[in-house]
């Protein structure tokens, strides 16, 4: 896994895995970006925003950046486990066979736990998404990026600022009933909390020990949103023709309910991180 160390993550590491994620076997997407104007989305603050839509990712969400640079930072032929029921899960159950997992030609005894967000190459995979954001705007503003254990907000927040945005606000936002980072900042070190949100793949129980330490590095503040307004955002990307679940759409609720401080005029990066919501889900969320 490497040094767990916010030391440890330099711009020729992210670099480095950026290459990794974009030449993986697995074939991430370099999502677009488009102009919130060229939507038919509300906006009552007059700003300049992006929306990048890695809800059209390859398995429906930013995870598959993090997971693609875990597998070849590994062994070939290794045998791994982890734990996540969400995104995670699905982009590390994906990449199974194409790294050629054989269950009978590997020790039963000689697992390697992957984690799902408390992880160097997971972090530095997600930091690929950042890299993407600074070929489209140069030099953003504001970005806004939801937060769970905060791998993907580490990982955007650490490609920004050692590209050399030193003047770009990275704001990350947490469900109200699972603020484990917001409550982090609060305390000056990670710590954990019974979480229950709408937006379940934002509520691990606690923060990572290394995005806690890189979001303090790099991150300006975390804000918070309650459920209803996840749930709103939700409904209202999907009028506006896109597929958001409520934990990729927590940026997004965000914005839109002037959560973030200082937006009049500024260049603004909103991500969509997940569009992983069927039809019998989005059905309980208000018309």
Request: glycine share 10%; with cysteine; proline share 6%.
């Amino acid at each position: 896994m490497g040094e767990m160390s916010a030391d440890a993550v330099t711009l020729d590491l992210l670099r480095e895995a950026r290459e990794t994620v974009r030449s993986s076997p697995l074939g991430v997407i370099n999502t677009p970006m488009i102009p919130w104007c060229q939507t038919t989305l509300p906006l009552n603050i007059h700003c300049n925003v992006h929306v990048k839509l890695e809800n059209m990712q390859r398995t429906g969400s930013f995870k598959i950046r993090g997971v693609a640079n875990q597998f070849a930072r590994r062994p070939k032929g290794g045998h791994f486990v982890t734990m996540s029921a969400g995104n995670y899960g699905k982009s590390f159950a994906g990449n199974c066979p194409s790294v050629q997992i054989h269950p009978h030609t590997v020790q039963e005894d000689n697992m390697t736990f992957l984690h799902s967000y408390d992880d160097l190459d997971l972090i530095a995979g997600h930091a690929s998404m950042g890299m993407e954001i600074l070929e489209v705007t140069p030099e953003p503003d504001v970005v806004v990026v939801c937060c769970g254990g905060g791998g993907l907000l580490a990982g955007v927040a650490a490609a920004i600022k050692l590209s050399g945005c030193n003047k770009t606000r990275i704001y990350g936002v947490e469900p109200e009933g699972a603020c484990t980072m917001y409550k982090s900042f609060i305390e000056k070190k990670p710590v954990g909390m019974d979480t229950k949100s709408v937006a379940s793949g934002l509520a691990p129980p606690f923060a990572g020990t290394l995005p806690f330490e890189l979001c303090q590095r790099y991150v300006e503040g975390i804000v918070l949103v309650n459920d209803e307004e996840i749930k709103a955002a939700v409904s209202t990307l999907y009028k506006s023709g896109l597929v958001v679940e409520p934990s990729g759409s927590a940026a997004f609720a965000a914005v839109v309910n002037n959560k973030i401080p200082q937006l009049e005029g500024k260049n603004v990066v909103c991500i969509l991180s997940g569009g992983n919501i069927g039809k019998d889900e989005l059905a309980n969320f208000p018309d």
